[in-house]
Nanobody, 124 residues
Framework: QVQLIESGGGLVQAGDSLRLSCAAS??????MGWFRQAPGRAREFVAD????????EYADSGKGRFTIGRDNAKNTMYLLMNSLEPEDTAVYYC???????????????????WGQGTQVTVSS
């Protein structure tokens, strides 16, 4: 079965770092991305990576603080978050784009598969 499983969330203090992981099984993807959603807010784009050429894109919210990458041996995507702020508090979701069609990687509907989410809470 195709699955995306996130891990690495937790409770940290402002200024700390976290590394989120997304383990993919069942298939490979043309692109993978991270989205996040805080209570009462819409899900928003965080970052994405194109699997073959490793091109990346970041939302302004995490630019300069977040780094998206991959571990090909484990078929795992990660998100390294530095200098965390309370505004980063959200459930973080891993997403996979199964189709090669389209290049709008910032949009939620570009992705076919989603993980269950991992909670990140940043205290001040």
């Amino acid at each position: 079965q195709v699955q995306l499983i996130e891990s690495g969330g937790g409770l940290v203090q402002a200024g700390d770092s976290l590394r989120l992981s997304c383990a993919a099984s069942g298939r490979t993807y043309y692109a993978m991305g991270w989205f996040r959603q805080a209570p009462g807010r819409a899900r928003e784009f965080v970052a994405d990576i194109r699997w073959r050429d490793s091109n990346t894109e970041y939302a302004d919210s995490g630019k300069g603080r977040f780094t998206i990458g991959r571990d090909n041996a484990k078929n795992t995507m990660y998100l390294l978050m530095n200098s965390l702020e309370p505004e980063d508090t959200a459930v973080y979701y891993c997403a996979g784009k199964g189709s090669s069609l389209g290049t709008l990687y910032r949009r939620q509907n570009a992705y076919d598969y989603w993980g269950q989410g991992t909670q990140v809470t940043v205290s001040s």
